[in-house]
RNA sequence: GUGCCCGUGGCGCAGCUGGAUAGCGCGAUAGACUCCGACUCUAUAGGUCGCAGGUUCGAAUCCUGUCGGGCAUACCA
């Protein structure tokens, strides 16, 4: 289709945006040039969507605040700027209200290029060319491989995962990875831990010591247990370390499958899963030590080296090699960092929990200490989870008696229910998941409350249908202006608004955006539906409910592709 | 102690670079299907935006202080 590259990254919302800018400076320079207005230099103005429909399609201060600078009364300015302002294409009229705000009025032509715009585009509706040539790394979740992954990685894997699609749908070229941690201090804990627990099954639970630090998980059982059953009693007598390194060899692969399978279910797929061993293996993490030392960004004090700032303000010294000669996560983390630079990508963005924030400025001033643009690495930082059955707060699985893991939580609801409940508030902020609530199926669902309005739609489309009635969009085109209903022009600006919802998630690393642009294009459907009738409407209205209908669903459906939430066409 | 995040009607939260009577969902109350899916919609009640100063034509939004909650402050990751 010739038409459907026209509208391809068309952002209704932000065009109108940019186009009232512009056209506010010519009115501005045009009264200049009238000597309306005094030539001064005026402060940066801004055109936004105001709160209150009745105040016009978009909004701007520029007559407050060059107030100032012109030494003139806001109203006086605005009404110089009205005369000047080019009100075509775009744009319907302008008007004065309040203390001196412009209040634009979009043209007719506007609304009906924004409902053919998400007709065209289709299922690309709402991608743009934003982050064009910029190449992105969202690293999440990185689960230790030494157990299940739990709650927090349930949400930092919606979030990562949904911001990663955000990311492309903004024209981001992409790449998802997964930090393995399969090696250091942790690698070593889990064989020990693993260890101890074969050789209990074997000799007696009492007769090993159990280390203090170990992990105490049931999972550490369950492997030590396979790994009896498949090679007996005989590994039992090999050294310590020779014990711990088989046991990690036969369940680390397992785990890792494990995880992998989770994610899968989850809806997850990696490009990358990156092995920390390989840093190891390779001298990276040796070499990034060395080239901090030359930098003089690094010392040895007692044995060990650590790692100076070469910022003042932080006071505190980090160790990058222990004393013991083992590398720290934070020597590793700063190779492997360095690595995704040299892997080409001109951003970074690591998804962590909260309680890492301590670490951000260090790795980002890491990087730079090593001569890397620190500044390209974001950090975005996610709060916990709490997770709530009738009011009362759940930490515990009901089956094992443990921590609560993804594949429980995945047992309880369902995968859509997930993946909407953990984008629905910005990643800074702590929420609360009602288990209740993610398996209810009426409004107070949120998720529920989406996907019904998607598939009210399609049974409209399905109804008409079967009584011989078509959305011909050519046809539907030409009658986009009897849509004059407040209800339609309320449903036509969300339809609008989309795109900008995508890149506004994507740029503010807040996925939840997203979320809050369906729940609002739900809710202004719904509205629409009861106001407004399609069957038994004359042609032309009927043609053009029904492409507003397709325009409806067509951001819902993308906006939940966005999700890898469904889009049911009958519930 | 220090650093970071948060504090908006009974509950859960929006409020994007400060803007025009502070919004939404749940819950409560009262309504709306002989009519395209009532898994919906409409209306009403409910808030001195933790508190106190300050900046501004204008502050939930910025600054300072203060109170309350969370997290961090390992030769853990």
């Keep these: 289709m010739g038409e459907q590259t026209a509208f391809l990254y068309y952002d209704p919302l932000q065009t109108a945006k940019d186009g009232a800018k512009q056209a506010v400076e010519q009115a501005l320079a045009a009264a200049v040039a009238a000597e309306e207005l005094p030539d001064a230099v005026s402060p940066a103005f801004i055109v936004e969507v105001p709160a209150d429909a009745t105040h016009g399609d978009l909004a701007s201060n520029a007559a407050l605040v060059s107030a100032k600078a012109f030494g003139m009364p806001p109203r006086k300015i605005a009404e110089a700027l009205v005369a000047h302002f080019p009100c075509a294409g775009n744009f319907a009229r302008v008007e004065i209200a309040g203390p001196g705000f412009l209040n634009i009025f979009l043209s007719e032509d506007w609304y009906a290029g924004a409902v053919q715009a998400a007709c065209e585009a289709g299922e690309h509706y709402g991608r743009t060319k934003t982050g064009e040539g910029e190449r992105v790394n969202v690293e999440f979740v990185s689960a230790n491989p030494t157990g299940p992954m739990h709650l927090g990685n349930a949400r930092g894997g919606a979030l990562g995962d949904t911001l990663a699609e955000a990311l492309s749908w903004a024209g981001y070229d992409v790449t998802r990875e997964f930090y393995t941690n399969d090696a250091g201090n942790q690698i070593n804990k889990f064989g020990k831990s693993l260890a101890a627990r074969y050789l209990q099954q074997v000799k007696g639970e009492d007769a090993v010591p159990f280390p203090e630090d170990g992990y105490q998980g049931g999972d550490i059982k369950v492997r030590a247990a396979e790994f009896r059953a498949k090679n007996g009693a005989a590994p039992a007598a090999l050294p ?91 020597a590793a983390d700063i190779a492997y960092h360095a690595d995704k630079f040299a892997r080409g990508f001109t951003r970074l963005i690591d998804v962590w929990g909260a309680d890492h924030h301590g670490h951000v400025a260090r790795m980002k001033g890491a990087l730079s200490a090593m001569g890397l643009p620190g500044e390209k690495l974001d950090i975005v930082l996610m709060q916990f989870v709490k997770l709530v059955r009738e009011g009362e707060a759940v930490r515990m699985s009901k089956r094992t008696g443990e921590a609560v893991t993804l594949s429980d939580l995945l047992d309880e609801i369902p995968v859509d229910s997930a993946r909407f409940f953990f984008n629905m508030r910005e990643p800074g902020s702590q929420i609360e998941l009602d288990l209740g609530l993610a398996v209810a199926e009426d409004s107070a669902n949120p998720v529920y409350y989406v996907q019904y309005a998607h598939a009210r739609i399609c049974s409209i489309l399905r109804t008409l249908e079967g009584e011989g009635v078509r959305l011909e969009l050519a046809d539907a085109y030409k009658q986009l202006a009897l849509l004059q209903t407040p209800e339609e022009r309320e449903l036509i600006r969300l339809v609008a608004a989309f795109p900008t919802a995508v890149t506004s998630a994507a740029e503010g690393y807040d996925p939840a955006r997203i979320n809050q642009a369906l729940m609002a294009l739900a809710s202004g459907f719904h509205r629409f539906y009861t106001a407004c009738r399609i069957k038994g409407e004359a042609e032309g209205l009927q043609q053009a409910r029904l492409a507003l209908c397709m325009a409806a669903k067509t951001v819902i459906a993308n906006g939940l592709a966005m999700l890898k939430v469904s889009a049911p066409e009958k519930m």
Excluded: C
């Design 240 to 330: 310590g370390a020779e014990l711990e390194q088989a046991l990690v060899d036969y369940a680390l692969p397992l785990n890792i499958a494990a995880m992998k399978a989770d994610l899968e279910k989850y809806r997850i797929r990696y490009d990358v899963w990156f092995m920390e061993s390989a840093l190891h293996e390779s001298g990276a993490v040796q070499r990034a030590v060395e080239e901090l030392k030359q930098r003089g960004n690094a010392y040895e004090k007692e044995g060990a080296v650590w790692y100076k700032s070469p910022n003042p303000d932080e006071e505190k010294d980090e160790v990058l090699v222990r004393a013991n000669g083992v590398p720290t996560y934070f």
